[in-house]
């Protein structure tokens, strides 16, 4: 492998994982993964930014076959698919040092057992010279977690910003298409960045004081439109919900589907953009997705042994880890014969801050009186959206 210039004395090199399906044990990867490492070479230094997940850590070092000598290894997050690589590199470059913020070199020394001694603590705002090139390193905690930081490189004006602007996206491509890279940088975003929000907002403010003409984030292609990039985070994390309702929903023998068809039928009628998903078949990503434009979730379920279906309670727990920016709530289904459902849900969405519009759960068969009260809850839902953007997203009837 052979690094990819993407600008002068700057060098790409992913590292493809096209083959992964799964992140985290929990995470689907549709299209694969990358571990993205950056080389930038100045006059005087030369500085690794990042390395690799340790599985793939044979990569990694074929692009670097060449490289006699490396100063400084930049490290932006402890996590293991960043910086599990980072004690190879040093055994192969023993004289380079670890530049990274005192809270990633406090978790660098806890998961990988590297030294005090191989450390240079930096702090947010101070610069690293590699002679004619000028590192500035940029804290952004809780993108997503507490020590991520970001590097900028004044000269080319360059963004490394780790995790923040990624997607798992398994390319060949060295730049991002739009129209490409759109849906997984928004499942990227959905599943791993949207509970840190406010957080994001904070960054692209801070961001947006600074020249960039590229984004090179540590998973998927490098951005050489950042504009575009910025407009959908603020987008997706900043704007009000669109008029978008998530219907996620299990039916055992029938009853919970035709409440929910009934609803999207009746908000498509209202000009309400209705996504319906079948948690049977579960795609946490999608799932994710839908989350983070919806301004109303209606949650349809069935009653399995007093409480809500398993599936149903695992994307309600999901949706509460996530705190979507979602307005309104409610709760349909069915019971054979009792139970407690909606109390079951309730309890584990304490992070959801929502209105809850009504909960109608039907004993057996809907009756006309059943689906008339179904009738109500999307004009009161459509009442509840109205002025909101309109939706056009993936996946929505209209």
């Known amino acids: 492998m052979k690094p990819a210039k993407i600008t002068d004395g700057v060098y790409s090199?992913?590292?493809?994982?096209?083959?992964?399906?799964?992140?985290?044990?929990?995470?689907p990867l549709p299209e694969g993964t990358s571990y993205n490492a950056y080389l930038v070479k100045g006059s005087e230094k030369t500085a690794l930014i990042d390395s690799a997940d340790p599985e793939k850590a044979e990569v990694l070092f074929d692009y670097l076959r060449e490289e006699k000598k490396l100063d400084y290894v930049i490290s932006h997050h402890a996590e293991q698919d960043h910086s599990?690589?980072?004690?190879?590199?040093?055994a192969r470059y023993p004289q380079a040092k670890v530049v990274t913020n005192p809270k990633c070199k406090e978790f660098l020394m806890t998961h990988l057992h590297i030294p005090a001694d191989k450390f240079i603590e930096v702090k947010d705002g101070e610069t690293l010279s590699l002679?004619?090139?000028?590192?500035?390193?940029?804290?952004?905690?809780?993108?997503?977690?507490?020590?991520?930081?970001?590097?900028?490189?004044?000269?080319?004006?360059?963004?490394?910003?780790?995790?923040?602007?990624?997607s798992h996206l398994?390319?060949?491509?060295?730049?991002?298409?739009?129209?490409?890279?759109?849906?997984?940088?928004?499942?990227?975003?959905?599943?791993?960045?949207?509970?840190?929000?406010?957080?994001?907002?904070?960054?692209?403010?801070?961001?947006?004081?600074?020249?960039?003409?590229?984004?090179?984030?540590?998973?998927?292609?490098?951005?050489?439109?950042?504009?575009?990039?910025?407009?959908?985070?603020?987008?997706w994390a900043v704007s009000e919900p669109r008029n978008k309702v998530l219907v996620a929903?299990?039916?055992?023998?029938?009853?919970?589907?035709?409440?929910?068809?009934?609803?999207?039928?009746?908000?498509?009628?209202?000009?309400?953009?209705?996504?319906k998903i079948n948690l049977d078949q579960f795609d946490e990503g999608r799932v994710a997705m839908a989350l983070v434009d919806a301004a109303t979730i209606v949650i349809g379920t069935p009653t399995v042994l007093a409480g809500a279906h398993p599936k149903v309670v695992y994307a309600a727990h999901l949706a509460n880890l996530l705190r979507p920016k979602a307005r309104f709530l409610a709760v349909i289904g069915s019971f054979?014969?009792?139970?407690?459902?909606?109390?079951?849900?309730?309890?584990?969405?304490?992070?959801?801050?929502?209105?809850?519009?009504?909960?109608?759960?039907?004993?057996?068969?809907?009756?006309?009186?059943?689906?008339?009260?179904?009738?109500?809850?999307?004009?009161?839902?459509?009442?509840?959206?109205?002025?909101?953007?309109?939706?056009?997203?993936?996946?929505?009837?209209?």
Not at 187 to 212: G, T
């Open 170 to 235: 398994a390319t060949g491509e060295l730049f991002s298409e739009e129209h490409i890279v759109y849906e997984p940088m928004k499942r990227y975003y959905a599943e791993i960045m949207m509970p840190f929000r406010s957080n994001i907002k904070s960054h692209l403010e801070k961001l947006a004081r600074y020249a960039i003409e590229f984004i090179a984030p540590s998973h998927g292609p490098v951005h050489a439109n950042p504009k575009f990039v910025m407009d959908i985070y603020r987008d």
């Open 84 to 90: 599990g690589s980072i004690p190879l590199v040093l």
């Open 131 to 166: 002679g004619d090139k000028t590192l500035e390193f940029v804290y952004m905690p809780w993108v997503h977690w507490p020590e991520t930081m970001g590097t900028y490189l004044r000269e080319q004006k360059v963004l490394f910003s780790c995790d923040l602007f990624g």
């Open 13 to 27: 090199l992913r590292v493809n994982h096209f083959n992964r399906r799964l992140f985290d044990s929990l995470i």
């Open 249 to 275: 929903y299990v039916s055992m023998h029938g009853s919970t589907y035709m409440l929910v068809n009934r609803l999207v039928s009746r908000l498509q009628e209202h000009g309400v953009c209705a996504e």
């Open 336 to 398: 054979g014969w009792g139970g407690k459902a909606v109390e079951t849900l309730s309890a584990l969405i304490p992070n959801l801050k929502v209105e809850v519009l009504r909960t109608l759960l039907v004993k057996g068969m809907p009756t006309e009186a059943d689906l008339k009260q179904v009738d109500e809850l999307a004009a009161l839902i459509a009442e509840k959206q109205k002025g909101l953007p309109p939706c056009g997203g993936r996946g929505c009837m209209a």
